[in-house]
């Protein structure tokens, strides 16, 4: 059964102070590793796709990295803003599309 | 329309009303899902749509939740006779064709089951 763990659970950070989130996964077969964000009263918001180990992609301040066990979401120099809940997911071998969420991380950025 | 829309945004019922859920979906998308967000928990796949067929129902958690799509486009989350374990927030996400490219998401209905 495909499965997806985060941590921490909850992180506060001082602005400028970075760090990493963790996403660890078991899954058949990963066609793919997503990052999203979720802001309080909203939907998930999409980040990265991260297709095979070794693969990065950056976007702003957020630098997602893949191996074939985990990927880690970096934060660097955070800012008040992205303050929010960050949610790792998987694609795995089943034919739907649909992704398998781990529990989110909630990044807490204090000014 | 633009994006991914969702009514109501929030719904509060009694315990074993019967309640219907709507999302609209981004025109052209053909493949739907749905999902539910407990407090503080990660989302919980419930049912995807290709069309207006449903190959994936496998996260229904009881017999009490149906769903349907029509014209494929607008599909409705049915939960008959609802229970206090229900109350959740409910999303719903599209996807051009189903192939695992990215999803997008509504902003969701709050239940909450008195």
């Known amino acids: 059964e495909d499965q997806v763990t985060q941590s921490p659970e909850a992180l506060r950070l001082q602005e400028g102070e970075s760090s990493s989130l963790n996403c660890s996964y078991t899954?058949?077969?990963?066609?793919?590793l997503f990052w999203y964000r979720q802001d309080p009263g909203k939907g998930p918001e999409f980040l990265f796709t991260?297709?095979?180990a070794g693969e990065e992609k950056e976007k702003e301040r957020l630098k997602a990295t893949l191996t074939k066990k985990e990927s880690f979401l970096h934060i660097t120099a955070p800012k008040p803003e992205d303050s929010a809940t960050y949610l790792c997911?998987?694609?795995?071998?089943?034919?739907?599309?649909?992704?398998?969420f781990g529990q989110g991380t909630t990044l807490q950025v204090k000014p | 329309g633009a994006g991914v829309s969702q009514s109501p945004s929030n719904k509060v019922t009694e315990k074993g009303k019967d309640v219907e859920l709507r999302c609209d979906p981004i025109s052209g998308h053909t493949a739907l899902y749905w999902y539910r967000q407990s407090l503080g928990q990660g989302l919980e796949f419930l049912i995807y749509?290709?069309?207006?067929?449903?190959?994936?129902k496998s996260g229904l958690p009881s017999d009490r939740f149906s769903a349907e799509r029509t014209g494929g486009s607008v599909s409705t989350l049915t939960i008959q006779r609802t229970q206090q374990e229900d109350s959740a927030v409910y999303l719903c996400?599209?996807?051009?064709?189903?192939?695992?490219?990215?999803?997008?998401f509504g902003s969701g209905t709050q239940l909450s089951v008195l």
């Open positions: 899954v058949s077969g990963l066609r793919g």
């Open positions: 996400a599209s996807s051009l064709a189903g192939l695992g490219e990215k999803l997008f």
């Open positions: 749509f290709q069309g207006n067929s449903a190959p994936d």
């Open positions: 997911a998987v694609l795995g071998s089943s034919n739907t599309g649909k992704l398998i």
């Open positions: 991260l297709y095979s």
